[in-house]
């Protein structure tokens, strides 16, 4: 059955955390706080928080750091998923991924479906793999940032989830949490 064992134990994961935007500031950036709350709030470790501005470049270079990083496991990044002119997390992120995780993007649409409605339609919310990290991409809104969590990264991060966490799939848990 699915869900979580709590027999079993927890092994937080190694996060970061990017927000994309061209006006927060570590003040007014409400997603990335709250990303970082959940995660920290559900045992995992943050090992780095960054803000770039919307450009291609800024964000792979944050990107390209963390990927580098073998305590880095779990790369979350929030904004520059919709369709403004200054909207590039797709085009930055995609090209460093080696496979994509469809699965996300379906999950996040269904349960964005139920709190905004037919705009969910507007977000090119994703994830994928680069290197042996995995990285998601969330819309720059806290409420989608909420959606993302509740419900659906809360329970893929956390190790003790059956069947098969992301957790299994990170080098250091293969043997451990299969």
Partial sequence: ?????????????????????????????????????????????????????????????????????PEIEIILTTGGTGFSPRDNTPEAVKPLLRREMDGFAIAFQQKSLQTVGVAAMQSRAFAGQAGDSFIFCIPGSTGACRDAWDGLLELEFDSRHKPCSIAGALPRLRDVCS
Avoid: C
């Fill in 1 to 69: 059955m699915a869900g979580i064992n709590e027999s079993l134990t927890f092994y937080p994961l190694g996060t970061a955390v990017l927000t994309i935007s061209d006006t927060r500031s570590e003040e007014s950036d409400t997603s990335g706080a709250l990303l970082v709350e959940r995660l920290t709030k559900a045992g995992h470790k943050l090992l780095d928080r960054a803000i770039v501005r919307d450009d291609v470049d800024a964000i792979q270079a944050v990107l390209q750091r963390w990927i580098a990083d």
